[in-house]
Every structure is written in C-alpha cells, then in structure tokens.
C-alpha cells in the first residue's frame, strides 16, 4: 500500500490479460492489435468477477481503455461481468503502452542477442530502444490523460499495460523519479491484475495469473 495525493472517486488500473505476443516472447510495445490468448481471457474473467465483488452490478463508474486492441478485449469481458455497455467506454491513445521503437513485434531473445539485455533485472522495466518512447514520455502524456479526465467526480475504470499503468501509478501516488528513468515508476504488476487507488492509497483488487512481458 503506497500513500500519495488524494484524488475525487476511486480509480481503478486494470493490466489487460495474455496476448499471442506476450505467449511467444515478442515484444509489444504499442502495437494496437494483438490478440488475447485463452490464459488472457480467463484473466480478464477474474479480474471481472473482483471488480463485480467490489462494485456489484451496473456499478455507477466511467470505463476507459486505451485503443489497443487487447485492452479493449479485456474491457469487453470485464463490462459483461460488470454488466456494463463496453460501447459506453472511452477511448485514450494516451494510455498506449510505451513505444518500443525499431524494437517492437521483434522477439526478445533477438533483441537480446544484438543489444544486450531489455529487461532491467532490478527493476523489471523494460530499457527504451535506441529510437522508442522514454519514460519521462510517458509520464507526460498519462498524466495529461489524468488532468483532463481523472479529476472528474465519481469512480473510473481504466484498462491499461504493463509499463504504461506503472508510470500512471506512479504519478498518482506521488513516488519519487528512478534515476535511471527520470520518472516514478510503481512496482510491477503481472497481467490480469487490478489496483485501486483511492485518497492517495494503492490496494491490489486482484493479483494477475499472467507474466511480466510488456
């Protein structure tokens, strides 16, 4: 549980469920369309069933996803449960995962193999390609996304990735800038998980079965 500013309603930070990418070691990034897998729907199922225990039915929340594909898949299985219309959702390419560049669709032993290590092994971050998005990057465009819309009343779900829903966390909880990222990041999270936060306090609502690949 982390403390930081607090913020009108509830938000809750979904990490979309397993993609054909994430099962075969590729690297994502901000491609829009890649599929869930089975493992990617089934977590998508219960991420459903703990929003549905928190919220009951025809819960009184906002939906938002970014418009990539798989998050919209993932926002599809959590309306149904939630018994909400997904074509109430909005949409937000400020909330894409991180840009991997020349890097992105590649697999990652490839990558590895001519660059060296992607994955910081303390921090599990993914390292920004030569020509990618860097994190303060991100960190401007996800809190541009929040001083827009999340400081409306009410609650909020928003489906989002990896890296991407880890610097929104971050900012929101006020954490201080890695310094080898130049911006807050929060710890990691595996696909199918659910956070709340909540007048500056983080809780998990569900604990992802899924992998750390972005």
Known sequence: ????????????????????????????????????????????????????????????????????GRALQTLAVIAE????????????PRLVEIDMGSWGGRYYADVVAEHGAVVDAETRLLRPAPDGEIYPAIARRVSAWFAEHGEAPGDKLVI??????????????????????????APGLPQGSVTCIEQGRETIVVEGSGGERA
Do not use: C
């Open 160 to 185: 989002m990735h990896g890296i991407s829903s880890r610097v929104l966390r971050g900012v929101l909880l006020g954490l201080d800038p890695l310094a080898a990222y130049d911006a807050p990041v």
């Open 1 to 68: 549980m982390s403390r930081g500013m607090s913020r009108p309603g509830r938000l809750f930070i979904a990490r979309h469920g397993e993609t054909v990418f994430n099962a075969a070691a590729r690297l994502q990034g901000d491609n829009l369309h890649t599929p869930l897998t089975r493992a990617g729907f089934a977590q998508a199922d219960r991420m459903g069933e703990a929003l549905r225990g928190v919220l009951g039915a025809k819960p009184d929340i906002r939906l938002w996803a970014s418009d990539s």
């Open 81 to 92: 449960h939630l018994e909400l219309d997904w074509h109430d959702a909005r949409r937000d």
